[in-house]
């Protein structure tokens, strides 16, 4: 059986032991060698070709951005980010993702970490699923998106008509390459589920008003869902849709993530079918799957990402399992798709 290979990046000597000691534990990981800092990262992935690299952010010489960079330019693979990401390193986290690191396992306890085998588990699943992965690498788009001006609705109206999207592994740069082709106007909201912890939510949402034409809210309880915005989950809560079309955040235990994909599509489906659209992403999991299926069921259109461009064609595939979907696109035909199902939408009311 052939093992994944994996150069682990981190400038403290007893990280490098513990993630060698962690990824060897599961006889499926060789650890090939270790690296002190991104420099030495980026010859060594020249060198030693990795099947994956597991990346600190953090590091003297060349950090982690830099690093991610020259990889991805050169010889892109696999990254998995491995750091002590706080909400002040939300930002450059996001611009990782976005240059195309594979997902993230933040550190329990700062740079670094004497606990860091509490989230043991986190490090070889991510490792196992950016390895998968390998063949869909795609390297980061940043340079080319340029920040746009907000529509500033005139009337602040409650939205008759929303967009549903929910989606994990893979998901800033993806959402980016959509929303940002999307089109907005005033009676229409935007609401997204991205499984992602509480310390990143408020910058994805900063992130997505700057670079789409959708001005984001980070959502909070009690907000009306007015026409011409975005909501975006706050992580750790799930994120449902009332009757009088406001945000309800609660927290409940039956569902794997926080937030969860399912608990949005549902409240969708029970308040704006058939005025909405929910649209299911790369992830890993089935999550949204089934509230996919009920915004179906009830009159919604429905739309699934392909295994062509999914990151982790996880999600997706479990919605397309079920028959949840209508229309089954790679990830760069979705945005057209939206325009065209909205505007058809519309003009039949």
């Known amino acids: ?26 006889p499926q990981i060789e650890v090939i060698d270790t690296a002190r800092n991104g420099l030495e990262a980026v010859e060594k992935v020249k060198e030693l070709k990795p099947d994956v690299v597991t990346l600190d952010i953090n590091m003297p010489v060349m950090d982690g951005k830099q690093a991610l960079q020259k990889i991805m330019e050169e010889n892109p693979l696999p990254v998995v980010v491995v750091s002590s990401l706080t909400q002040e390193e939300a930002p450059i986290t996001m611009e990782l993702l976005d240059l195309g690191a594979f997902d993230y396992v933040s550190k329990p306890s700062g740079t670094v970490s004497l606990d860091i085998r509490k989230v043991s588990d986190q490090i070889i699943s991510k490792v196992k699923q950016a390895y998968r992965s390998r063949f869909r690498i795609r ?21 008759q008509y929303v967009i549903a999207i929910g989606i994990s592994t893979g998901g800033p740069a993806t959402l980016l390459d959509i929303l940002q082709d999307c089109q907005i106007d005033s009676q229409t909201a935007y609401l997204v589920v991205q499984h992602m912890p509480p310390q990143f939510t408020p910058s994805l949402a900063k992130r997505l008003s700057e670079y789409t034409p959708i001005q984001f809210f980070h959502a909070s309880k009690g907000q009306a869902i007015l026409g011409g915005y975005g909501y975006l989950a706050p992580g750790g809560w799930h994120m449902q849709i009332t009757r009088d079309k406001r945000i309800a955040l609660f927290k409940d235990d039956r569902y794997v993530y926080y937030p969860s ?40 259109y429905t739309i699934a990402e392909s295994e062509e461009t999914a990151v982790v064609f996880g999600m997706p595939k479990a919605a397309q399992e079920l028959g949840a979907a209508r229309e089954i696109l790679p990830s760069y035909k979705i945005a057209k798709a939206i325009s065209r199902v909205h505007a058809r939408m519309r003009s039949k009311r």
Do not use: W
């Open 139 to 159: 390297k980061g788009v940043q340079s080319i998106r340029i920040s746009r001006a907000s529509f500033k609705p005139e009337k602040r109206g409650l939205a």
């Open 261 to 300: 994909v399912d608990v949005l599509f549902d409240s969708v489906a029970e308040v704006y079918c058939p005025h909405a659209i929910g649209v299911l992403l790369t992830g890993i999991g089935k999550d949204g799957a089934e509230g996919l299926l009920k915004m179906k069921n009830c009159g919604c």
């Open 1 to 26: 059986m052939k093992k994944i290979k994996v150069l682990v990046v981190d400038d403290s000597a007893f990280m490098r032991k513990s993630l060698r000691e962690i990824l060897e534990s599961d």
